[in-house]
């Protein structure tokens, strides 16, 4: 076990929060809830359900500017629209494993790393529970104002987030400003500088019901697959917490 698994687990056993091996994590995709359903349903109904509330960001707020649609930052494609869900994430920073790096084709590349990160490897400086409040206090801080805030999770050494932009605020701006203001407060608090974030982040928009469904499943279920928790609700770094 490494050092900042046996960090987060000291933490939640404190907490008196079930810590399972991997090995036990075998379902991690299993049936979707049935507020989950619900709440698919209302989003591609265009009907966009209350935000999570949350502590109020000490940024200020954007200026309104025009979506940018498909667009590329240099590093990946992205897709900036308020008209659908999306599924971001974002890593911290440290190198990748050869086999990422080297890959060709960006979809297996993203697979592969998505992969890399549900194993719970490479670089972990959310494993402390201060950190990961202050990750999860800026995801929630602006929801119902920017974004609305679907399904979120803090784990280690990434960040999953389902949300739908509100008109006039831009993907690339709202990921930026949580960025920026966790590597601040992280750094501060941790007496230290330097880059806390991997440059970019990846995005998937929702095609339908079922794949915002399972996609928050697969999101809450991250610690599970981990072998952090036996249940998603017991990760208290997560939507799945606050449900």
């Known amino acids: 076990m490494t050092k900042t698994r ?55 707020a954007m200026t309104s500017k025009p979506h940018k649609s498909w667009h590329s930052r240099g590093y990946l494609p992205h897709y900036d629209t308020p008209e659908r869900a999306q599924h971001i994430v974002f890593r911290v920073a440290g190198p990748l494993p050869k086999a990422i790096v080297a890959c060709t084709s960006n979809q297996e590349r993203v697979q592969r790393l998505d992969d890399w990160l549900d194993r719970g490897e490479g670089d972990s400086p959310l494993a402390q529970p201060d950190s990961a409040n202050i990750v999860a206090e800026s995801l929630r801080a602006l929801a119902g104002q920017r974004y609305d805030l679907h399904g979120w ?78 249940r998603p609700e017991n990760w208290p770094w997560s939507s799945a917490a606050r449900t």
């Open 6 to 60: 046996t960090t987060w687990t000291a933490s939640l056993q404190a907490r008196n929060f079930p810590v399972v091996s991997i090995l036990a994590s075998v379902e991690a995709r299993g049936p979707v809830a049935g507020w989950t359903a619900s709440l698919a349903a209302r989003i591609f109904a265009n009907t966009r359900p209350c935000a999570p509330g949350g502590a109020r960001s000490r940024d200020k």
């Open 153 to 230: 999770c803090v784990m280690p050494s990434h960040v999953h987030v389902l949300m739908t932009l509100r008109e006039g605020y831009r993907l690339g701006d709202v990921v930026k400003s949580w960025k920026t203001f966790t590597a601040r407060r992280i750094n501060r608090a941790r007496g230290g500088s330097g880059s806390l974030w991997a440059p970019d982040y990846f995005e998937r928009y929702m095609r339908n019901e079922n794949d915002f469904a399972n996609t928050i499943a697969y999101i809450e279920n991250n610690p599970v697959v981990a072998g952090l928790v036996m």
